[in-house]
């Protein structure tokens, strides 16, 4: 009876850790089940007397192995001889330690562990001859399939499933140059395909960077695959199910997460203007006063000045045909002659000049008139080089079916788990 259920559970054990492992003895997994091995950073924590602690305030390291018993000869071997792996000076307080004692009534420690980060440590082993070296915990990712209908905004339909805000982030960033997040409507659907990192199995560290998604926005479809064009430099970037780039020469707007409060419109009537025409040339987009403003594309900074109506402003020369114009700005954070990159804060949300209300007046201008940028067809980035076209389509295309058969329902499981390495392409 009793060997019946070991054996279920060497089954159960074995379709739950992979293929590389399913050619081993059964026997001996059995005896992994009837004893398991308390595992962390490579010692089977059994047979040892284990004291976890952080660095507290005052303490050092010397102080630390003394309270352990380690004499002083070893204590002076390892910050004289190791400093390369391990620097006993640069212990930080908060940081987490492990002391591994031996097991008999003298308890003196056999090995230091310290925490560098969440994923790796230094080991010092302080039996006979004194070592220092590195180690890495295991790390995992899970895959994770999720999906939404906006009903108010994204992070709230993000947030409600318990998804990473990282993973909102990211979205934004994927479509900051095909989509007005500000702009969703009712009804919008999402689906995303991403891993999360666990160390240790166990321990939640993070999203990764997304890996495909797609939008529907406005009754459009918007994918959006990673692809990591050059290895050797390990640049990715996303493109469509056609190949295109997802980037484009310029940012939709120059704020994120704001709304439009005014759009560029030649005919605009105010009312304390008597209802005369006062053409708007600008787009303004509402945000909470100190709201960081982004350059919508490189260029170079030609004016960062303050006058009458315009307020503090910025204008960016970007090429020859080019140039935008940020206005009301509460202050600047670039001067004339700087070279900025898209993406960069050039300023924060204001209200000098004339201005009802905390936007930046966003201007456009094209050959030195200015334009609605709503309604310019812009310059698109770089598209993937015709030499990676074919394998990028033939990539794309189980991730692009994965992507389409999930329904949109409220929170999807886990898929499939795999060790080590996140998804990449050679
Ligand atoms: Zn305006």
Known sequence: MQKICLIILACLFLSSCGDEKKGKDTVEKVE?????IVEAYGFNLEDFVVLK????????????????????????????????TFDVRKIKIGK??????????SEIAQYFIYEDDRINYTVVDLRDSVIAYHGKKNVKYVERVASGVINSNLSTAINEQGIDYMVTNNLSEIYAWSIDFFRLQ???????????????????AGAEPIEAAF??????????????????NNISEYYNEQAKNLRRAFLKAPVEFSRISSRY???????????????????DYAAPIGTPILA??????????????????VKIEHNSTYSTQYLHMKNQNVKKGQYVKQGDVIGWIGMTGNTGGPHVCYRFWKNGKQVDPLREKLPVAEPIVDSLRGRYLEFISPIKAKLDSVPYIEVKIQEEVKEEQPLTLK
């Open 32 to 36: 992994v089940i009837e004893k398991p």
């Open 53 to 84: 602690d952080t660095v507290r305030n005052g303490d050092s390291f010397g102080d630390l192995m003394i309270k352990n018993k380690v004499d002083y000869q070893k204590i002076f071997k390892i910050s004289t001889e190791f400093k390369d």
């Open 96 to 105: 987490p330690y492990a002391i591994l004692k031996s097991k008999d009534t």
């Open 186 to 204: 009712k009804g919008d659907k999402f689906k995303v395909l991403y891993k999360e990192k666990y160390i240790n199995d166990s321990i939640y």
């Open 215 to 232: 939008f529907e926005h406005n009754g459009e479809s918007f994918y959006a695959f990673s692809y990591e064009t050059d290895s050797v």
């Open 265 to 283: 419109n030649l005919n605009r009537r105010i009312a304390y203007y008597g209802y005369k025409v006062r053409p708007h040339k600008g787009t």
């Open 296 to 313: 919508t594309a490189n260029g170079t900074v030609i004016e960062s000045t303050r006058r009458g109506g315009n307020g503090k402003y």
